[in-house]
């Protein structure tokens, strides 16, 4: 018998941002996610990848409110330590071809249940976390599987904004984005 999955889409609003409310940690998968899930090589050593430098912005306002942000990836790149540190993201784990062991090692060194966290994913590797995590989530241009085990789907696809846009349904469910905006307008 196939287990059942959930819906393609959205729960209710509300329950989203219920669930939000809770959200003490936000993770990532990196490519299809912070990124277009493109990756160039060089021929030598070299890879590329290109990040969304308001989906930055947005993870650096989660983190001035005082939710951390970390990133659980597959691959390994050089690229993704850097954009990692650029951000002040100290939780990162690559080559995770099995991602929920370091999903479980990550909520038991933070100490937070899998209520409290939120996890963004594309593809099919994400399932598992997208099953545990109190907010799975699934960008636009995410494989129908992933999106079959999130509960909200981004409008933006991976690399063009779904970040940000996760960032701010966060911190406006918790009533922090009117704050943030009235920060700069008095700058």
């Known amino acids: 018998m196939k287990k059942q999955t959930k819906p393609v889409g959205p729960v209710n609003t509300r329950g ?7 959200i003490k940690l936000l993770i ?3 490519d299809g996610v912070l990124t277009d899930g493109g990756i ?8 590329y990848k290109k990040f969304n430098v308001r989906d930055g912005h947005g993870i650096k306002l989660l983190q001035r409110a005082g939710i951390d942000v970390a990133l659980i990836t597959g691959r390994y790149s050089r690229v993704v330590e850097k954009r990692a540190s650029e951000l002040g993201i100290r939780e990162v784990y690559q080559r995770c071809i099995d991602k929920a062991p370091a999903y479980e090692a990550l909520l038991e ?5 899998a209520m409290e966290t939120a996890y963004v994913g594309d593809d099919v590797v994400d399932i598992p976390i997208l099953m545990r995590a109190g907010l799975p989530v699934a960008v636009a241009d995410a494989h129908e599987e992933a999106k079959r085990h999130a509960l909200m789907i981004t409008k ?4 063009c904004g779904a ?3 996760c960032v701010e349904f966060i911190l406006k469910a918790k009533g922090l984005w ?9 700058a």
């Open 109 to 113: 060194k933070l100490g937070l249940p």
């Open 40 to 47: 160039i090589l060089d021929g030598a050593e070299g890879e």
């Open 163 to 165: 970040a940000r846009e």
């Open 178 to 186: 009117d704050d943030i905006i009235d920060s700069y307008s008095k």
């Open 156 to 159: 933006a696809k991976g690399g």
């Open 28 to 30: 990532f998968d990196v």
């Open 16 to 22: 989203l941002k219920e669930r939000a409310k809770l």
